[in-house]
Each structure stands twice: as structure tokens, then as C-alpha cells.
């Protein structure tokens, strides 16, 4: 077995992720040193700076000659890796650029380390994106979930808060416990971590482990859905989500569920897309397609009931996290085999129209301390700029035509349609149409009910820039798909980037 050494020379491959660990370290023991009385808000700034430098080194990453591998190929610098690090980078970015209107001292006392916070938890994205190792793929996954655990309880005299946190701990905790014991199953068939020699060990000894192997792939199905709060492993989301600060909430919206999807795409594909039984491939891919089908169903039906708009966004992102799983469960075929450009233009859609979403909420809760959709009411005479913006990103969340939610849903809509998985397209329809209904719910609040007219709204900066970027980016992305789509495709290698066949 090949030597897992890293040499100084393969540093240069890890600079966006020693980018972050600098930061973090360096911020940390600046936090420790400065006095109390010193505003902690230019760490946000630095954090925010740290980011984009990180962000520079991936992109110089990108489309190299070909994948870097580290640590006998338990960390991979390719284009999978890169592009959903660019996804992690851009959603942190956001979330911190919004925080500085956000965060006060009187209910976040430790505003540094809320700030820091978010460079561990990108890393951990970052190590979740490039590992194909079951060890790096479980640090990471901890690293990003103990850090979202500590944001969640920041408000530390949040009653609803600290019942948030609690709950995603022993929840969190559950899962992480329910795909550790998967992996081990793996490692117990196969004397290896790495995902590679695990294909091979499956192709090899099927039949000898047959009812292991099916154990271990459902229980990480399992523990992954919760990830990525698919139904019926979601409903630590709608508390979470509500308790935790909007910035917070946004984060595990987007960054988290973000990572967790890069590796359900890494694992799934290595292990189960070739090289191995059919059979067990087929069964996997049958039970990621009734977890789509489910969480397509019940995130859209149960939005329908919800009075607080952080509830109904859970239950939107259940939904979506459906969506966001076709394109893996309809595997590929000579016939179809852009599923993760598909899924990839959906994601990035998916981020800006969420980003966008909390932003406006974010300056809501400001005027009325309150997350509930009525606080929309008459929000046209009182913001109009903002209701604009919110229009947009409402009509690219409900998918309405010539949006990049419209797009994105299209595209893997036809992919499922292609790969002959009529009746996933056939619950993608139904459910969009249920989804039109509540979205369009917000529009209604802000331009045909009245509220207090009479109470102007006043939007800090940061979160009026943001939210009309992702109102822009998500309608400007349904002007040029084809052109996203292809860029994408010419980046990105399936047999080298994820299949690791190369």
C-alpha cells in the first residue's frame, strides 16, 4: 500500500484549505488577545478576506491536466472538488457579508468567534468535497457539523435557540453515529478506507457479503439524508432552522446541505455507478429515488400549513433537497450523462435564490422582530425596492419561466425523463405546482395585503446588495443556461473527476 505521506511539495495543491486553517488560527488568538471593549467586527471583514483568497486558489485550480492525488488518493484537488468549493466559498461568502448588519453584541456576545466560526466549518466542506477516503470524508463531515452545532447556540439567552442547538446536537450525533457504523461495514468487507478498493472488494466478494453490503449502503443513505434534510429524515429542520440566527439558518440552507450532497455524489458514484453488481446499484439508486420522491412530497405539502417564513424555507429546502437528488438517482447512461452539470446549475440557483430569501427576511425581522409571513404584509409601500428584489427570487424559487429555478428544475426534469424515470419527472411536476401556491403566497402578502403603511422599513446596505445580487444572478441565470451548461461540462470529467477511473 502506497505510503500516506504528504510531501511540502503537494502543499501547494492544499493552499485553499491552509488559507483557511491560517485564518481561523490566526483570528482565534487575535479574538483571545484584543480587549472586550475593541469591536469585533472587523474579524467579519478579515474572515470575508480570507474567503475570497481561498476562492482565488480554487479557481487557479481549476480544469488542471489532470486530478491531483494526496495521501495514496485519500484527498483529491479536481474538478468536482473545485466547482462545489467554489458553491461553499461563494454561500460563506454571503453569509458573512449579511452578518454584518445581523449580529449584535446584546445577543451574540462572542460576535469574533461567530465570524471565525465559519472558516473550520468551510474547511470541513472543503474536506467532505475532495476526500475519497472514509476517515477524511467522516473528519470532515464532524468538522462541519460540531462548528454548525456551536453557531446554531451562539444566542446564548435564546431559549429557542438553545433548544435548537440541542436538538441538531443529538440528532446531528444520531446520524453521524448511523454512517460511521455504515462505513465500518465497508472497511469490514473490504480491510480498506479508501473508496476505490472498496468498489473493487465489492465487485470481487458480492456474493459473500451480499446482505452487508446492502446494510451498509442504506445505513449511509440514511445518515446522509439527514444531511441533507430529505424526508422522512427531516424534521430536526423546521426547529433548527427557527431557533438558530437567520445568518446561521442560511448557512445550513445552502453551505451545509451543499456538502453534504458532494458527498452523497462522491460515494454513491464510486461505489455503486461501475465496476460493481447491478443489482446493488439498482437498489441504491431505488431508494435515493423514494427519498426524492418523499421529500418532494412532504416538503411541498407540508409548506403549504406554515405560518413563519424561516418554517416554510425548511420545508422549501426539504423539497428541494428532493429535487437535488434526481439528478444521482438517475444515474447515467450512453444516453444521459450530464447529470452533474444538471444538478451543479440547480445548486448554484438553489444558493442565490436561499441567500436572497434570508436576506430579506433578515431586514423584516429588523423592522418587526418577527419571522412570520404576515410581516410581509404591505411590505411594497413600506420597501419597494426590497419587495422587487423579493419578487424575483420568489419567482426563481417557485420556478417560474425564464429563471434559473425554471431552468434548473427543466433540466432535471428532462435528465429524469431521459434515463427513463417517469415517474420521479411525473411527482417533480405535481409537486412544482403545489410549490407555486405558497410562493406565490409572498407576493400576495407584499402587494395585496395591507400592513402598517404608515411604518417605513429602513434596509441596511449589506442586506439590500445582497438581496438584489441573487435577485439578478437567480433571473439572469435563466437567461443563459445552455452557455452554464456547457462551461460546466467542459470543466468537469466524469470517469476522472468522480468515477476516479483515470
Known sequence: MEAMRLQVSDLVHLLPELTLVIAAVVLSVLDLLLPNRVNRKFIGWLTLVSLIISGVFVVLQLNPAESIELLANSY??????????????????????MSFSYVKKDEIYHVGEYYYFMLPATLGAFVMASSADLITLYVGLELLSITSYIMVALRKKSQRSNEAAFKYLVMGAIASAIILYGMSFLYGISGSTNLVDIRAAIASNFHSYEMIVYIASFLLIAGLSFKIAAAPFHAWAPDVYEGAPTPVTSFLAVVSKAAAFAMIFRMIYVLFAVGTYQEVADAVMLALSVIAAAAMIIGNVTALRQHSF????????????????????????????????????????????????????MILE???????????????????????????????????????????????????????????????????????????????????????????????????????????????????????LNALEKIFSLTKDLLLLS
Not at 76 to 97: E, N, P, Q
Open 366 to 484: 429588523r423592522s418587526t422582530g418577527s419571522d412570520q409571513i404576515s410581516g410581509f404584509a404591505g411590505l411594497y409601500h413600506r420597501a419597494p425596492y426590497t419587495a422587487g428584489a423579493m419578487t424575483l427570487i420568489v419567482l426563481s424559487l417557485a420556478g417560474f419561466p425564464i429563471t434559473g429555478g425554471f431552468f434548473g428544475k427543466l433540466y432535471i426534469l428532462l435528465g429524469a425523463m431521459e434515463t427513463q424515470h417517469y415517474w420521479l419527472a411525473a411527482i417533480m411536476l405535481a409537486t412544482t405546482v403545489i410549490a407555486y401556491y405558497y410562493y406565490f403566497g409572498i407576493i400576495r402578502q407584499m402587494f395585496m395585503r395591507s400592513g402598517d403603511e404608515s411604518e417605513t422599513i429602513k434596509v441596511p446596505l449589506t442586506l439590500g446588495v445582497t438581496a438584489w445580487i441573487c435577485a439578478i444572478i437567480g433571473v439572469g441565470l435563466g437567461f443563459f443556461p445552455h452557455v452554464i
Open 310 to 361: 424561516k418554517r416554510l424555507l425548511a420545508y422549501s429546502g426539504v423539497a428541494n433537497a428532493g429535487y437535488l437528488l434526481v439528478p444521482i438517482t438517475a444515474h447515467f447512461s450512453t444516453a444521459h450523462f450530464s447529470n452533474f452539470s444538471e444538478f451543479l446549475y440547480y445548486l448554484i440557483a438553489y444558493l442565490f435564490m436561499n441567500i436572497g430569501a434570508f436576506a430579506v427576511l
Open 76 to 97: 483529491r484537488v479536481d474538478d468536482f472538488a473545485s466547482l462545489m468549493k467554489l458553491v461553499f466559498i461563494v454561500g460563506t461568502g454571503f453569509v458573512v457579508y
